[in-house]
């Protein structure tokens, strides 16, 4: 049997100094980063017996969701 686990990103930071006005919307959105709480909250629901035994992560190239990952 195949489990497949689908999660969203943990939480984000919406304002973040580093990112240049002239980058498009798309570009701004795939390089936020997680707060310091999403990551915590990332590493906290990654200790979850059910991860124990997983074969293959698969994420988009956003930063958040690699971080997530």
Request: glycine share 2%.
């Amino acid at each position: 049997i195949t489990t497949i686990y689908l999660m969203r990103h943990s939480f984000y930071n919406e304002r973040v100094n580093y990112l240049k006005d002239n980058d498009s919307l798309l570009v701004r959105n795939q390089k936020q980063i997680l707060t310091i709480d999403g990551e915590e909250l990332a590493k906290k629901v990654s200790n979850n017996e059910i991860f124990s035994d997983i074969d293959m992560v698969i994420s988009s190239n956003y930063v958040r969701a690699m971080a997530t990952a």
